[in-house]
């Protein structure tokens, strides 16, 4: 009676009721009646559902596929749907069966929870379930959709082995494909992502455009632009259509990779494709990937030779030109940008601050801050944090901390910037005070900025600082943090502590973090430490790294080590590694340093050309050389060629010339900078007073040094220098009080030009007492420091003070080369 009554009835008590009529009766309940509860709870009273299976599970009924399906359905029917009670009972009492499987999985998805039915693949496997094209389908939309991006990617990779071998059929359906590599290339499994290429082949359903693209904008994301246009290349020959976005994430990536010649057959691709060719967004990525490339004149010219006018690609250009310092371009399309009303773009106005920043054009930043001011531009956090970091790269930190505080933005980035600009003054009180301040507004919860902190403390070598900020990242599980990483490694090696720099480095580091260790053990030219990092790169593959293989290019260098420099340039000429201008210019500067110049001069003429910065590398070599004919004929050669408002080149010649005592040509140039607005770089000035100072002018340079926020140590002693060869000793003591007031004296390359200087006046009581300054601060142990206070002594008639510190030089470490910027002199010197 309870069946027919059942399926007649419609309301959910009185259905409810017949049903417990039923089981009330005392006779053993048919399971057609649990059937027939099942569908009416299915059309009527899904709620129910849970409590109906329990009631025939508890009665011993068997529970069919039949009676299972039904339940599903009901729990679907639900809002929302009851996902939990479906999967407890499954585990429970549910049928391993392929119709019963698909259910759950259906409730997991409708439910938002396609996580949940990632386990069902095992009781798949497990159960010998057969798997059909909608369970297949279904289980790669789950895939495609989970929240757990690790798990949903094995789920599809072990989808895929099993279609692969067999116990799965091959379905002629893209979709579901398209879904298993989406979820690969979603946690980064990109050699499964490409072997699912072959297997579509070998099924006889080729890649669609669809699957291509997914793969292709992954891989472009990830920096991976060489595997990127590998199937860029395979959609070509197949005829496959990219998507614009696609296509503008792979050129994006081959710029970041600095690889120009995929950012010039991309190039020749949109020509060729009216629709990519008239793209804005197409045109910007073309655009900034020349300029990633340093090939800004390519950039430049796609720019202008194009109907567009976008702003954003405009703002590229700029920015290219800002990161090789070239100050006449910059203000070139600063004068283009004022005609077509271009500065009003908050792109390009950030784009002109942060070039003019990059030269160190402290009032072209000033003359655009009132510009941004005045049109109400200042609202803006992208400006705001140009500007903070503009002013910072000026020397000016009060500046740039003044931009941030009036623009009461809350934003970390901005407010990191104004840390790193007082750690490049080596500002430490600054610093402190800042780092009080991020304590009170809870500004050391972003990773920005305690990399900044550790950055800046390193730059003021205060170890235990770093120390402190190392140990908060750490409490904080900030660590796992990529720049908190690396600023972490790079802070200990630049505080020479290299060996816990070394045991820094994780998995999580990037190269760049491995290339500080480089740089530091060459800093500290420990060749040993050098080989073995090198043995360690080769075993993991880093030496293809651009920043790795530099580093160690560098160090070896700084080593001088032409050998391995040599060996290093044939593997990057093996590896076409020399077509990036970064690696070529490394080379160059490698050759300089070691002073091959003739050879460092060819590999720039073979690789580059006139690219300023590896010609910089060649006359600074020459100059080491006193070469003064080389010098004058690479002047010729570099303003025949347009490059002489580099401020690289012009600090490069500048301090040739002052080593081959050529004061006229470095009058000429202090002239020519000066015209350009050049002169307020902080290389160029530095290279000015230190010239000065080699060709006998100390009072030249030493006003030059009064006009600059930072004076770098050996710009410092080409002065002190030439104050000692005058013997004007009251002019040399003036400017040790100078170092004193503004710790100059924890730097042995100063110590040693003021201990020269005062045995070149027969100061004796001054050697005397800069001797005992030494050996209290430890300086005395270098042995240029102890070579210098001996030939001092010897200078001042005091042999036997000298032949007393011979014993010593056994015990001396090998003098350590400065690095550029240690240490700050303000315009009081």
């Known amino acids: 009676m309870a069946v027919p009554a059942l399926q007649r009835e419609d309301d959910p008590d009185r259905g409810w009721a017949v049903f417990q009529a039923a089981l009330g009766a005392g006779a053993p309940v048919d399971i057609r009646v649990f059937q027939a509860m099942m569908t009416f709870c299915k059309r009527h009273a899904a709620s129910k559902a849970p409590d109906v299976l329990n009631e025939a599970v508890s009665r011993g009924v068997h529970v069919c596929e039949s009676l299972f399906g039904n339940f599903l359905h009901a729990c679907v029917a639900t809002r929302p749907p009851m996902l939990s009670e479906a999967l407890d009972a499954y585990w429970k009492c549910g049928p391993r069966c392929e119709g019963i499987i698909y259910g759950v999985v259906h409730v997991c998805r409708k439910s938002g929870d396609p996580d ?89 359903l080729p890649a669609s455009e669809h699957i291509y693209n997914v793969v292709a904008s992954a891989l472009s994301k990830a920096d991976r632009a060489d595997q990127a246009f590998a199937i860029f290349q395979g959609m070509c020959q197949r005829r496959i259509r990219i998507l614009d976005g696609v296509f503008n994430s792979l050129a994006i ?214 120390e402190a900020v190392h140990k908060f990242a750490r409490d904080s599980r900030l660590t796992a943090h990529a720049d908190v990483a690396n600023a972490i490694v790079s802070a200990y090696a630049l505080c020479d502590d290299v060996a816990r720099a070394e045991r820094s480095l994780t998995p999580e580091t990037e190269p760049s973090a491995f290339a500080s260790v480089v740089s530091a053990y060459g800093r500290l030219a420990r060749l040993d430490d050098v080989k073995r990092l090198r043995q360690n790169a080769d075993r993991k593959s880093l030496l293809t790294n651009g920043l790795v293989l530099n580093a160690f290019l560098v160090a070896y260098a700084r080593c001088s080590d032409l050998e391995d420099v040599v060996a290093l340039h044939q593997f990057a000429r093996d590896r076409q590694m020399m077509v990036h201008d970064d690696v070529a210019n490394a080379v160059v500067s490698a050759y300089g340093q070691c002073d091959d110049a003739a050879r460092a001069e060819r590999v720039l003429m073979e690789t580059l050309g006139a690219q300023p910065a590896s010609c910089a590398a060649v006359v600074a070599a020459y100059g080491r050389q006193q070469s003064l004919p080389d010098v004058r004929r690479l002047h010729r050669y570099a303003a025949e060629h347009g490059i002489m408002s580099n401020v690289f080149l012009v600090s490069a010649f500048v301090a040739a010339y002052g080593r081959c005592g050529d004061l006229p040509s470095v009058k000429g140039l202090h002239e020519f900078a000066r015209e350009r607005q050049l002169d307020g770089d902080p290389g160029v000035g530095n290279a000015l007073a230190s010239a000065y100072g080699q060709c006998g002018d100390p009072v030249t340079a030493e006003q030059i040094m009064q006009g600059m926020d930072v004076v770098e140590p050996p710009a410092f002693v080409s002065v002190v220098a030439a104050y000692g060869r005058l013997a004007r000793l009251a002019d040399v003591k003036r400017l040790h009080q100078c170092a004193r007031e503004h710790a100059l004296l924890s730097n042995a390359f100063v110590v040693n030009g003021l201990v020269a200087a005062y045995g070149r006046c027969r100061d004796l009581p001054s050697v005397r007492a800069l001797h005992e300054f030494a050996r209290d601060t430890g300086l005395l142990r270098q042995s240029d420091v102890l070579v210098a206070v001996m030939a001092s002594y010897t200078r001042c008639g005091d042999v036997a003070a000298a032949e007393s510190l011979k014993d010593h030089q056994a015990d001396s470490s090998p003098a350590v080369s400065t690095p550029a910027g240690y240490g700050s002199c303000g315009p009081s010197c």
């Open 253 to 466: 990536a081959a710029g970041r990779a600095l690889n120009v010649d995929i950012v010039r057959q991309l190039h020749r691709y949109a020509e060729d494709r009216p629709s990519l060719a008239s793209n804005d967004k197409v045109l910007t990525s073309l655009v900034s990937a020349y300029g990633r490339c340093g090939e800004v004149a390519s950039a430049e010219r796609l720019l202008f030779h194009s109907k567009s006018r976008d702003p954003s690609a405009f703002a590229s250009v700029v920015a290219a030109y800002g990161r090789l310092r070239s100050a006449a371009d910059i203000q070139r399309l600063h004068r283009h940008a004022e005609r077509g009303l271009l500065l009003l773009d908050v792109f390009v106005l950030s784009a002109f601050v942060a070039g003019y920043g990059h030269c160190c054009m402290r009032a072209a930043v000033q003359h655009l801050h009132r510009f941004a001011g005045d049109h109400g531009l200042l609202s803006d956090n992208v400006v705001v944090n140009a500007f903070v970091s503009a002013y910072g790269q000026c020397g000016d930190a009060s500046a740039a901390e003044r931009v941030f505080s009036d623009s009461n933005a809350a934003d970390p980035f901005g407010f990191a910037t104004v840390i790193a600009a007082y750690g490049r003054q080596s500002a430490h009180s600054d610093l402190q005070r800042l780092h009080q301040f991020a304590n009170r507004h809870a500004l050391l919860s972003h990773a920005a900025v305690v990399s900044a902190f550790i950055a800046g403390y390193a730059r003021c070598s205060d170890l235990a600082s770093v």
């Open 116 to 204: 949940a039915a990632l386990s069902l693949v095992s009781h798949v496997l497990y159960n010998d379930v057969q798997v059909s094209q909608r369970l297949l389908s279904l289980l790669a939309a789950c895939c495609a959709e989970a929240a757990d991006r690790a798990s949903a990617a094995y789920t599809a990779e072990v989808l895929l082995n099993l279609i692969r071998s067999g116990r799965i059929p091959s379905y002629q359906n893209e979709k579901l494909f398209a879904n298993l590599v989406k979820s690969l290339v979603a946690d980064n499994r990109f050699g499964p992502a490409l072997d699912a290429f072959a297997l579509l082949d070998c099924v006889g």
